[in-house]
């Protein structure tokens, strides 16, 4: 009789650890959701401007190779921690970053610097290129690929896997 009680109580916590675990899951998806509602999706539409060098880019430039565009703030303390994992992606990836609403030009390559960060970055101080790709928040990000389309995104904090 001991033992039966023991087991009964036994599977109860594995059901009740199973079912958080699904709770939480569906909660996490149905949060991600929600964030990136707004995000487009398909074709990514072009970007072209001046880079902190003053030089012309556009997403174009990066057709045949996949792409990571990367939306950022100075401001936005998880865009710190996510900076180690894109600056490893930018070692096997060409990466185009923006940072949204973070100031001109001279203030977002005087951050990078301090960061140690050194991925082609554009400013978007009106957030007009940020709204064009439906970001809501940062980081955000969108992997494209040599075609010009957009085969993953996501929003908040991701590793460089």
């Keep these: ?8 109580s036994s599977k109860r916590r594995v059901l009740s650890v ?15 959701s929600w964030t990136q509602r707004d995000m487009i999706a398909g074709s990514a539409p072009d970007i072209v401007a001046s880079d902190l060098r003053g030089e012309q880019v ?4 990066y057709r045949g190779e996949p792409v990571l565009l990367y939306f950022w703030a100075s401001w936005c303390k998880i ?24 100031g ?14 050194q991925w082609r970055t554009i400013t978007d101080e009106s957030g007009g290129l ?3 790709y439906g970001v809501a928040g940062v980081p955000a990000l969108f992997i494209i690929d040599a075609n010009g389309y957009i085969r993953f995104k996501e929003t908040g904090y ?3 896997w």
Excluded: Y
Aim: with cysteine; hydrophobic share 50%.
């Design 79 to 102: 865009c710190e921690f996510e900076q180690g994992a894109v600056q490893s992606v930018s070692k096997s990836w060409p990466v185009l970053s923006v940072a949204m609403q973070s």
């Design 58 to 61: 556009s997403l174009a430039d």
């Design 158 to 160: 991701t590793t460089s």
């Design 1 to 8: 009789m001991f033992f039966r009680k023991k087991s009964t």
């Design 130 to 132: 940020t709204k064009r």
């Design 104 to 117: 001109g030009s001279f203030e977002v390559a005087k951050f990078m610097e301090s960061k140690g960060v």
């Design 18 to 32: 199973v079912f958080q675990i699904i709770f939480f899951l569906v909660l996490f998806l149905v949060v991600r």
